[in-house]
């Protein structure tokens, strides 16, 4: 019992490995994240761009009978009488 | 875009549950190991994580059967998704045992048995990836992993003898002891209870990181698919 060594301090390592546990594990949830993101974004344009074209037509306003041109009277061109 | 089902919504809760209850159980419950002291606690998630990884490589190979005889793409997606997370599990178990072993054997590499099939391993599945990568028929892309992954899943077994089979330095901690092994310890009952809930806790993250990536692999088939309707 006396001559038992003591423990060694190795929390360092400990504390490492457990560190790079978490990382590497985060990194993959993070890449899988992106990716389905990125993928959800490719679908959303791609269902844009297969949408079928509607061709817009545009309807032409039936055209009025034309009024007979008249000379318009203002105040301006009305000529003063002296 | 599918919504998520609730199933794994829930199962995304209960892995960041079990995973903070793993940490807590191996760095604070557990008692410290007397002759390694406290990094020894990098043990629960070292084996929990091989657990995981190496039967999810034996996994892909089963899943290779499947496609090869079923031909259906689906179970190369399967495949991929299985490989893909055990890949980083057992990334993350060759990092952990590398810095368990600094102060455990004074070295962080040896070209040990168990050290060697696990790098090994480790290879076979990132080139996997890369011989994927290289056909671009998804065919015959798939044909060509399956046949691969199939191969490559004789490897699991082998790291998972090999401290058994040969003489190495890696300790057996169940299920035998070896006499050659640095580092190796016989674990008390708590030390037990902390090792079989970490097992049960990765089991669990692995089967919810590999339904995401599931869902990953369909919807990028979905993309692809309307990527050639919208370009035809």
Do not use: C
């Not at chain 1, 949408?51 to 032409?60: F, H, S």
């Not at chain 2, 005889?69 to 893909?84: H, S």
């Amino acid at each position: 019992m006396f001559f038992q060594e003591p423990t060694p301090d190795t929390s360092s390592y400990m504390i490492a490995g457990y560190v790079v546990a978490f990382i590497v594990m985060g990194l993959y949830v993070a890449s899988l994240y992106l990716r389905n993101r990125n993928l959800n974004r490719d679908m959303a344009m791609l269902e844009e761009m297969d949408k079928p074209v509607v061709k817009m037509e545009l309807k032409q306003p039936k055209k009025k009978p034309a009024k007979p041109q008249t000379k318009s009277v203002t105040k301006r061109g009305r000529k003063k009488r002296p | 875009m599918r919504p998520k089902p609730m199933t794994l919504k829930i199962l995304d809760v209960i892995s960041i549950l079990v995973l903070g209850i793993a940490a807590y159980l191996a760095l604070v419950v557990a008692p410290t190991e007397l002759v390694m002291g406290d990094v020894q606690r990098v043990f629960y998630f070292h084996v929990g994580t091989a657990w995981t990884a190496l039967l999810g490589f034996i996994f892909s190979a089963v899943l290779s059967v499947i496609y090869l005889v079923t031909k259906d793409l689906k179970w190369d997606r399967i495949q991929v998704a299985a490989i893909e997370v055990s890949l980083v599990f057992f990334f993350i178990t060759i990092v952990l045992g590398s810095i368990w072993a600094r102060p455990a054997w004074n070295t962080w590499w040896t070209w040990d048995p168990r050290l060697t099939t696990a790098t090994i391993t480790e290879l076979i599945y990132i080139a996997y990836f890369m011989l994927r990568q290289g056909i671009d028929d998804p065919d015959r892309r798939a044909r060509f992993g399956a046949v691969y992954a199939l191969l490559g899943g004789i490897s699991a077994p082998i790291t998972f003898f090999a401290i058994r089979l040969f003489r190495t330095i890696h300790p057996v901690v169940i299920g035998g002891s070896n006499v050659n092994a640095e580092g190796g310890f016989s674990m008390t009952a708590d030390m037990l209870g902390v090792f079989f809930f970490a097992l049960f806790a990765f089991t669990v993250i692995f089967i919810d990181l590999f339904w995401n990536r599931i869902r990953l692999g369909d919807l990028q088939e979905q993309v692809e698919q309307l990527k050639l309707k919208v370009a035809g």
